[in-house]
């Protein structure tokens, strides 16, 4: 047992991809959560993902090739992701309140491109949120503002 925890705690191998892998970008982070949202309802409508590229190329200033690299990128980090913690951790801890904001208003012009908000994906935003410390009260607003408009 002791030699179990000298290999767990004495080894200087970099640590595994996840909550501590603080040189992720915050772009990847933000990107992977707009994928797990277009999968959340067990259907990536085309609707979604094209509004995942035109969203991330208008808030990065990136074109088009650059924003499917990105798309790419955050499918394969998202698949590997335990957690929505993995994501938003960095994001709270680094971001204001106004690119938190942002980042849940995406949410919902992606949830809503294909005409209707899934079930799946609101319970996705709500958890988002929460874990962004976005109020109820900015979340419903957001939600309000995506689907009536300004």
């Given amino acids: 047992m002791l030699g179990q925890l000298k290999r767990i705690f004495g080894n200087s191998e970099p640590l595994p991809e996840g909550l501590l892998q603080v040189r992720e970008p915050l772009d990847l982070a933000i990107a992977s959560l707009l994928v797990e949202l277009t999968r959340s309802d067990f259907s990536e409508s ?72 899934d079930k799946h994906e609101e319970h996705l935003i709500q958890r988002v949120a929460g874990l962004l410390h976005v109020s109820d009260r900015d979340r419903i607003r957001l939600k309000l503002k995506t689907i009536v408009g300004d």
């Avoid at 993902?49 to 990065?60: N, Y």
């Avoid at 960095?90 to 992606?110: C, G, T, Y």
């Fill in 46 to 117: 085309p609707a979604e993902i094209e509004a995942v590229r035109h969203i991330l190329g208008r808030r990065f200033a990136i074109s088009e090739t650059a924003a499917n690299d990105l798309i790419a990128r955050a499918t394969q980090r998202a698949d590997r992701a335990v957690s929505l913690h993995e994501f938003t951790h960095r994001l709270n801890k680094e971001l204001p309140e106004s690119d938190k904001l942002a980042i849940v208003e995406m949410l919902w012009q992606v949830s809503h491109a294909d005409g209707r908000i």
